[in-house]
DNA sequence: ATTGTCACCGCAAACGTTTGCGGTATGGTT
DNA sequence: AACCATACCGCAAACGTTTGCGGTGACAAT
């Protein structure tokens, strides 16, 4: 029982060969007889020998591997993007090393540095909240390390991009609390300095627009966690009162909202609709249950797995795409 | 703008020294002189200069990366589970590198091997439901590379274990319904291939054992997805009609479970009391609130890497050891 | 002038692969 | 007998590091 792994090496010294005979043969070059073939496939099934990727990845200068950057692996969505990744890069011989920032900037700085130490042959990203600076997404991109923004995308940075249309979502599913008769219709918003926050803030925008119905800023209000919906409790309570809807940037938040609402004597929708964004699980599992915008997590991450291994693929630079996928209205019973 | 990273080597040639010369002023070396040392070091910050991994890795014979499989990442336990894991890791110099086995014993077989070759220093492992051979654990732990279960932990192979105290807090549970006066009281079971399947099960024959109940075996049905609630579902409400509380193996279960009740006129918890197990976020969100029982993910996650990382430090093999995280009922609204 | 002591640096091997090239035997043609 | 293919295999370099050892020059002590 020796602590340490098989090297075509010590296949080399049992059957008394070279270590490049071993290495043809087990790729069946033409240049070694099938005999040989034979003996040293067989050897190397036996003693369970696989091949070190690290020496691989030095020799051949790459790593079959995509690096993948998330800002948390709890939330439905990026799981579910995760998941799509995978099928897809599994499918082409691609590995995955996947990451979480936490939404923190220097998490996230370590993460990028981390997987280009590996050598990861490109990068699948999703900017935290916290990030503002893009620096070290430059000195990868720089180190011939291609990326592809999945959702939150970088404004800045030249790139291709898998996106969902937040921005007719966003206008979706506003449009239809007003087609429901509602008139006044608060948002919790997202961070604005991301696109996601943005878009969704602007669609918003749009449907009040689209029915002449005035901006009021106060019913405005950065909260997009449970955490912050806590924190606001009193201030979200208040806006409730002179509020008919609530359009909140995602669905935990709409879900916390909903929760502090109904604790607090609020009829859900009679009193006030609320809608979400992104049909996490946990829409369909509250009653009542959440109106919401359907965001195709899985189909992304395939999409941006497969624009990535495209890009390693060629040689010379093909010109950037931005994949921007449809947003579906689910219209549920909040709203 | 070359697409390439940067090496010693490109370094040693610009400066006119020897590689070796740059290896050692990078890190100080006392044979190097001051003066060198800081035109290295400024030359390498400069040029962004990044240890590649794969060579040091290949040099050193570790990697410095603990791989991680976990069934599903969508499940707030194993994200949990694996911010625990992260946090201890990079505090101690390693990375992580995250798998999913999708339940599947393939994917799951396909990802040790995958981690095997990336000569990760060691694994730390939640077995997937599908798998019952589990000969591809032996043999990485043939070739030197240590593994920690946590929580789906495998019987046969010795080695360190993380787990709850599944036993206890299922019994735990189930003798709090019982208190309440429940006496007809249904479980819906996981596989009992899997540890926390069959100690759950254990914990909740031996709640009704100590109050001299006899267990009614038509009560207890193998259901443990929300997936399989829908599938059983006219089962599940004739086994609902005929008792008076439900014990699930897993918070979704239970919330999909109390769903299906809830949408055919039971009234929770006042005919039927629902509890379940893990403690998911859900468990907060859903109305009744549910009665469950605490699973510390990330500490489960924190003390397994904590266990690996000292396992890697030794040299002869110290005895393995079992940690063992007490289960925490929480008691809520369902039941 | 010889020797010794440092401080500073380079050579080269090694980690496990792949692969271009060259080598040896075998057999068949002239 | 000389030559040429062909089939099969090994040598060695390279990928980017680390590190033991040996080397060089300067300076001081004999």
Redesign the interface.
Known sequence: ??????SLRDIAEALDVSVSTVSRALKNHPDISEETCRKVQEYARRV?Y??????L??KQQR?QTIGVIVP???H?FF??V??GV?DLA?GSGY??????S?EDYLREV?NV??L????VDGLLVSISKSTLDQQHFR?VL???VPIVFMDRISREIPSDRVITNDYEGARMVVSHLLGQGRRRIAHLAGPQHLCVGKERYQGYLRALKEHNIRLDEERVIRCDTPARVEQKKAQLLDLAGRSDAIFAVNDFTA?AAM?LL?DNGFVIPEQVAIAGFGDDP?AS???PTLTTVEQRGYDMGREAARLLIKRLGEEGSEAYQTKTFPAFLKVRDSG
Chains 1, 2 share one sequence.
């Open positions: 029982m020796k602590p340490s792994q098989i369970h696989r091949p070190n990727a690290m020496a990845g030095l790593s948390e692996i709890v439905h799981s579910s995760i998941s995978e599994y590995r995955v090393m996947i990451c979480q936490n370590i540095q981390a280009a130490d590996h050598r000195q720089d180190q011939g879900v929760r109904q946990i599992i509250v009653r």
